[in-house]
């Protein structure tokens, strides 16, 4: 998808660090910022109770074009947003001595903010007279978490071993014959294995190299269903793009869906197809997400007992 | 330094030993011919005493001067034909040197040529509390300009023996015939200048021990001060070796007077190999100067006159001591860099590479080093202009580092993108085999870490230096702790630790370190490991200190770097599972196997209507493709609203079908279409309006 604008905006990138945070005035060790995952944890054991977060940031444009172009009264704004409480914060950046480059610091207060807030940052200027028009922006965010401990993009999912047979989890106790169950009703997704299923846990983590033909072929069993699962709870009523982790399912499995369409188009058809040509399509893609062909193939192999060429 | 570099006008004496010297008339053939006295002469020439005005006219005379050149102390004009080259006749013995050895001994390109010859500067550094100064200029020559420059080398005279070396069938003869034929058939010649200002210059005696005899007559001598890692050594070789005559002339402003002068002291020298013309055999080198009456024909450097340097194309540009290198006929022995903009490209990645951080400067303080590149034709055009070597450009993160170090501004632990942490890295020093000690100093190196930026190509790396801040190691740092992030590091060792400190005396255990990784350095100084010199020198046990001293380094920054609380915490996913339930979004395809929007540009009509150009790449398939085109105004969030199009305008390898849909040829991979939006259509007035153009394959089109 392109944008086309009716005037004049920057091709060169426009970059945005996150340079240092303090939690209420103190300050985060550095390795909970990660300007490669583009991401900042701000979950500090140390300092739980804290009420604003404090983020240097520094913007730098392509200082030669901005200079050179036609745009007047520039200024940088950088924005943090958050989709579940439709939080739009915006602060203004003041210019630095460096050419194309604005500084300064921003306020991330708790109160607005449960899970991620994205930060963006994005020029205006006047162009051809009109005033506040857009003409650059960051091509990738960063993540704000409020709940990580550690930078790391992924809204992964989580897994858990618990004995669905535990009075702790009493609704798992219907499920006390199955040997995993995906519950996406939360935040992030969750899979269950059963531990009091007898041999599962047993199988799931042997490291005897005769168990790993068998133990391959079960992981992509529980990958495949997973993801079974995680694809139904994240197209359900789908228009638009979901956001967060609905939309990374969406988008790994889609192309494998309709190979020869857009991800945006693919999204479009989704409403359109008949539910039996769905569900083909679905497995389909599940299977290969959880590359099940190959684990199959192996354990096949194995307990026909032909040796598996040398790889 | 007390003395004025500018002499009004030098003293009698010494000049009038010099122009007995060039005559090689010695003072008593002097005395005999005036009808004076040996001792009257030798009391002229060591100033204790001057000739009457009757003597003074006999001796310009006698030395075949301009009458009043004793006044005014003027030199035999360089145009008298003194000035020419002078071939070192071949050995009696027959033997024959071929090429230079300590020349094969290094793998040439300009990238060490930069390296080498930056490096000579810095160990020559003049005044301590300033920078030194090194220049590279290339500078092309064709036409009449190209030929008043092979005047002023005495071209000539050299060429005939250049083109009786240029044996194609040896290694050097090669290189000659080639630059004989670049010459020829190009018409015109490169040269390349290596300036250096607040240097020594070419200092002391003609022959003796000492810089100008280092420089200009022997070979791996390095002529080692204290602070050297041997200068004018084998990398002066490197000068020689980027020229394909082998041919460099030298003009030195010398720090401390010889003969009573210093500006401009100028000799050329070539290497050739052996070679014989007309019947005569010549051992190779030749040195382009004065003759020396009283060695046989070998030839002097001389005092040139400012024109003459002007020809030469080495007039220097402040009166600052120090050497300007003409390379004659420069090229890339490498054949990597053959434009002057390449040859500029690649000279200016050396010295940042190499040198960054001696170019950081602290607050109020002047670099170790400052140096810049341009390259020019016909000495005034300018092809790529000067550019001053700017460490914080490429060398972003460890350049921040070095200077917070030299401003007092490290950090213990990390909290932001800038912070610099600093932290000791022990070194015990052996004692060496020469000296009584026996016990083992201990040297505290000093590791500087802090973040790097996205933009960092090679992060995660620890860059080692000692007193000249020139790189010598540059090594990658493994078995990092998960959770850290990307960073440069810096080790100063040695004398590199008081860089902060420029005024006191450095300490013993930082000169002892100095010293020993030195000696661990193999003659390119491009890294520390266990050589013959660090073995021969110190105590047994000098290569475990070194390794040592490796591991800890690597260790002290696995340290700085690990996050405190630990990495990822007690995650269950079972290892069979890992990566099979992995939330990532997906990697973007390279060749997606549906029509995708390659560019799409536009602009806003005199009707308000938006019109615009879109290319569709095309995967490759026999069946015609459909596709529908999707006009939308893009919003902030929420549902972007689709605008209907006025009319779509087929350009290349597609037809409209049913008004709104493209079909494709077969076999087409790129079709381009112009769409122009329906005004009634848009939501809002198009000039303020953001578009984006998505496509949709048509089901049911074949």
């Known amino acids: ?311 | 330094m007390t003395q004025d570099p500018h002499p009004q006008m030098e003293d009698f004496g010494p000049w009038l030993g010099r122009q007995l010297r060039r005559k090689g008339m010695s003072q008593s053939e002097l005395a005999a011919a005036l009808d004076v006295t040996r001792a009257a002469v030798s009391a002229w020439i060591t100033g204790r005493a001057t000739p009457r005005i009757d003597k003074i006219q006999a001796i310009d005379e006698l030395l075949g001067l301009a009458s009043g050149s004793s006044m005014t102390r003027e030199e035999t004009p360089d145009s008298a034909g003194s000035i020419d080259w002078h071939l070192r006749p071949a050995h009696e013995d027959g033997g024959r040197e071929l090429g230079n050895a300590a020349a094969f001994a290094f793998d040439s390109n300009l990238a060490v040529l930069a390296r080498e010859a930056t490096q000579n500067s810095l160990d020559e550094r003049f005044d301590e509390t300033r920078a030194v100064r090194v220049r590279f200029i290339l500078n092309e020559l064709t036409g009449e300009r190209l030929r008043g420059f092979q005047e002023a080398i005495r071209w000539d005279t050299i060429a005939p023996h250049i083109k009786a070396a240029a044996d194609p069938a040896q290694k050097v003869g090669r290189v000659l015939a080639d630059g004989l034929r670049e010459l020829h058939e190009g018409g015109s010649l490169l040269l390349l200048r290596v300036d250096d200002y607040n240097a020594n210059g070419l200092t002391d005696s003609e022959y003796d021990d000492g810089r100008f005899a280092a420089v200009i007559r022997r070979q791996m001598d390095s002529h080692k001060g204290d602070q050297a890692g041997g200068s004018y050594g084998l990398g002066k070789a490197t000068l020689w070796a980027t020229s394909r005559f082998g041919l460099v002339i030298v003009n030195s402003t010398l720090s401390a007077p010889y003969e009573g002068r210093r500006d401009r002291r100028v000799i050329g020298r070539i290497d050739l190999p052996w070679h014989k013309r007309d019947d005569k055999g010549y051992a190779g080198p030749a040195w382009l100067g004065e003759r020396d009456p009283r060695r046989n024909g070998a030839a002097r450097s001389w005092w040139a006159g400012e024109r003459t340097v002007e020809e030469l194309r080495l007039s220097r540009s402040n009166a600052d001591p120090g050497t300007s290198f003409l390379i004659v006929g420069a090229y890339d022995p490498s054949g990597e860099a053959t434009t002057l903009q390449e040859m500029h490209a690649a000279l200016v990645k050396s010295l940042a590479d190499g040198f960054w951080a001696s170019m950081v400067s602290g607050r109020g303080k002047e670099p170790v080093l400052e140096a810049s590149v341009e390259a020019r034709r016909n000495d005034k055009e300018i092809v790529v202009p000067e550019e001053r070597v700017d460490p914080h450009r490429y060398q972003r993160a460890r350049s921040r580092a070095v200077r917070a170090y030299k401003n007092g501004e490290t950090v213990d632990s990390l909290t932001s993108a800038d912070d610099v942490v600093a932290a000791r890295v022990p070194l015990l020093v052996p004692p060496r085999k020469t000296t009584g000690q026996t016990q083992p100093v201990e040297h505290s190196a000093v590791l500087l870490v802090t973040p790097a930026g996205d933009d960092e190509e090679r992060p995660n790396r620890v860059a080692g230096m000692r007193g000249t801040l020139m790189t010598v190691s540059d090594r990658a740092v493994g078995d990092l702790p998960l959770g850290a992030p990307r960073f440069q590091a810096v080790l100063l060792a040695g004398h590199a630790t008081g860089i902060n400190d420029p005024d006191g005396e450095p300490k013993l255990d930082a000169t002892l370190a100095e010293e020993f990784l030195r000696a661990a350095e193999p003659p390119e100084h491009n890294d520390w490991k266990p050589t013959e010199d660090l073995t021969a020198t110190f105590a047994r046990g000098a290569v475990s200190r070194l390794k040592e001293f490796r591991s800890a380094v690597l260790a002290a920054v696995r340290d700085t770097v690990r996050p405190a609380d630990g990495g990822p915490a007690d995650r269950e996913v079972p290892e069979a599972l890992q990566g099979l339930v992995k939330l990532d979004p997906p990697k973007p395809v390279k060749s997606p196997g549906y029509p995708t929007v390659r560019s799409a540009s536009g602009e806003v009509d005199d009707e308000g209507a938006w019109r615009i150009r879109v290319e569709v790449r095309l995967p490759q398939r026999e069946d015609p493709w459909v596709i529908r085109p999707l006009l939308r105004f893009s919003t902030r969030s929420g549902p972007r609203p689709e605008v209907p199009w006025a009319r779509l305008e087929p350009l290349e390898e597609c037809e409209v079908v049913d008004g709104s849909d493209l079909r494709c040829r077969s076999g087409a991979r790129r079709v381009v279409f112009i769409g122009v939006s329906d005004i009634t259509g848009h939501p809002v007035n198009a000039r303020m309006s953001t578009v984006e153009v998505d496509l949709m394959r048509v089901r049911g089109g074949a």
């Open chain 1, 1 to 311: 998808m392109r944008r086309i604008l009716p005037y004049p905006v920057v091709v060169g990138a426009l970059a945005l660090e996150v340079e240092a945070v303090r939690l209420d005035d103190v300050s985060l060790p550095y390795e909970m910022i990660s300007s490669s995952n583009r991401t900042v944890a701000l979950h500090h054991l140390r300092h739980a109770d804290w009420c604003t977060a404090r983020m240097n940031v520094t913007v730098r444009g392509p200082a030669a074009e901005l200079n050179a172009g036609p745009w007047r009264s520039m200024s940088c704004v950088v924005s943090l947003t958050e989709r579940r409480t439709n939080t739009h914060t915006t602060t203004r950046l003041p210019m630095t001595s460096e050419l194309g480059a604005w500084s300064g610091q921003i306020e991330l207060h708790r109160d607005d903010h449960v899970g991620k807030a994205e930060l963006t940052a994005t020029l205006v200027a006047t162009v051809d007279g009109v005033a506040g028009r857009e003409i650059a922006g960051t091509d990738d965010h960063w993540t704000i978490d409020l709940h990580a401990h550690i930078p790391v993009k992924r809204d992964d999912l989580v897994t858990r071993w618990v004995d669905f047979n535990d009075e702790a989890h009493p609704w798992l106790r219907v499920y006390r014959t199955d040997p995993w169950v995906v519950d996406t009703s939360g935040d992030t997704p969750t899979l269950y294995l059963n531990s009091g299923f007898e041999g599962l846990r047993l199988l799931l983590e042997s490291r005897a190299p005769a168990d790993r033909p068998a133990k391959e072929a079960l992981a992509g069993r529980i990958a495949m269903d997973t993801w079974n699962v995680l694809f139904d709870a994240a197209a359900q009523g789908v228009r638009d793009w979901p956001g967060g982790w609905r939309e990374t399912v969406l988008r790994r499995m889609l192309p494998d869906m309709y190979t020869d369409r857009s991800p945006d188009d693919a999204l479009r058809e989704l409403s359109t197809t008949d539910a039996g040509e769905l569900r083909s399509r679905v497995l389909h893609a599940a299977a290969k997400q959880a590359r099940m062909s190959a684990a199959l193939g192996a354990y096949i192999r194995a307990i026909r007992g032909r040796p598996q060429e040398e790889k």
